[in-house]
T-cell receptor, first 113, second 111 residues
Framework: DAGITQSPRHKVTETGTPVTLRCHQT?????MYWYRQDPGHGLRLIHY???????DKGEVSDGYSVSRSKTEDFLLTLESATSSQTSVYFC????????????FGDGTRLSIL | TQLLEQSPQFLSIQEGENLTVYCNSS?????LQWYRQEPGEGPVLLVT?????EVKKLKRLTFQFGDARKDSSLHITAAQPGDTGLYLC???????????FGAGTRLFVKA
C-alpha cells in the first residue's frame, strides 16, 4: 500500500462550477498520475507529474489542469465542470522506469448535474 | 495511438470452472501488468511480465506474455467467488513511464 489518499471520495456539483480533487501520498514516489475511469473505456490518463512543478498532459487533458507544489500532493482542477466530466477519478503513484507498477488511491466519484 | 483490447468484456461462470482473459495490441510493450479492481476501490497490481514468452504463476492464476510482447493472457484455474472483480491489463512502452490500460474484463464467479 503506497499510502494514497484521495479527497473528497464523493462529490456532486453543478455544471459550470470549479472543482478541485486532491491526492496525497506518503511514499515519496516521484511520479503521480490522474486517471478517469468510465464504463467501456478503462482508465484514461488525464495528466501526470514527474516531479515538483513538472507536469504534462495525458490523452484526455482538455478541461483539466493540475498542480504539484510538493512531492506528496497532486491536485486536479476542473475549471468549469461539464456533465461529460462525470466520472470516477483515480490518482496513482509510481516509481521510475516502465516496469514499475502503479499504486492507486480508492477514487473520487464525481457527478456533475 | 497505442491500444489494448481485452476480451471478453464480461464473464459469468460457476465456481470451480476455468477461464482465460485475453489482452491484445498491435503495439509492442516493454512490460505488461495485470491489475484487479473491486467495487469502490482502486486497481491493485497482480503481476508484471517483462520478457517475451514469460509465464508467471500466482496460486491459481497463470499469466503469460506473448513472444512478440504485444499480447498477454490471464488464466484462472478452479475459479472461486473471491476471484470476482474487474481485471485490467496495462502496457508500458519502452523508455516511458506512462501506462496504457485496457477497458477491463468483469468477472463474476457464482457459488
Amino acid at each position: 500500500d503506497a499510502g494514497i489518499t484521495q479527497s473528497p471520495r464523493h462529490k456532486v456539483t453543478e455544471t459550470g462550477t470549479p472543482v478541485t480533487l486532491r491526492c496525497h501520498q506518503t511514499e515519496n514516489h516521484r511520479y503521480m498520475y490522474w486517471y478517469r475511469q468510465d464504463p467501456g473505456h478503462g482508465l484514461r490518463l488525464i495528466h501526470y507529474s514527474y516531479g515538483v512543478k513538472d507536469t504534462d498532459k495525458g490523452e484526455v487533458s482538455d478541461g483539466y489542469s493540475v498542480s504539484r507544489s510538493k512531492t506528496e500532493d497532486f491536485l486536479l482542477t476542473l475549471e468549469s465542470a461539464t456533465s461529460s466530466q462525470t466520472s470516477v477519478y483515480f490518482c496513482a503513484t509510481g516509481g521510475q522506469g516502465s516496469n514499475q507498477p502503479q499504486h492507486f488511491g480508492d477514487g473520487t466519484r464525481l457527478s456533475i448535474l | 495511438t497505442q491500444l489494448l483490447e481485452q476480451s471478453p468484456q464480461f464473464l459469468s461462470i460457476q465456481e470451480g470452472e476455468n477461464l482465460t482473459v485475453y489482452c491484445n495490441s498491435s503495439s509492442v510493450f516493454s512490460s505488461l501488468q495485470w491489475y484487479r479492481q473491486e467495487p469502490g476501490e482502486g486497481p491493485v497490481l497482480l503481476v508484471t511480465v517483462v520478457t517475451g514468452g514469460e509465464v508467471k504463476k500466482l496460486k491459481r492464476l497463470t499469466f503469460q506474455f506473448g513472444d512478440a510482447r504485444k499480447d498477454s493472457s490471464l488464466h484462472i484455474t478452479a475459479a472461486q467467488p473471491g476471484d470476482t472483480g474487474l481485471y485490467l491489463c496495462a502496457g508500458a512502452g519502452a523508455g516511458g513511464f506512462k501506462t496504457i490500460f485496457g477497458a477491463g474484463t468483469r468477472l463474476f464467479v457464482k457459488a
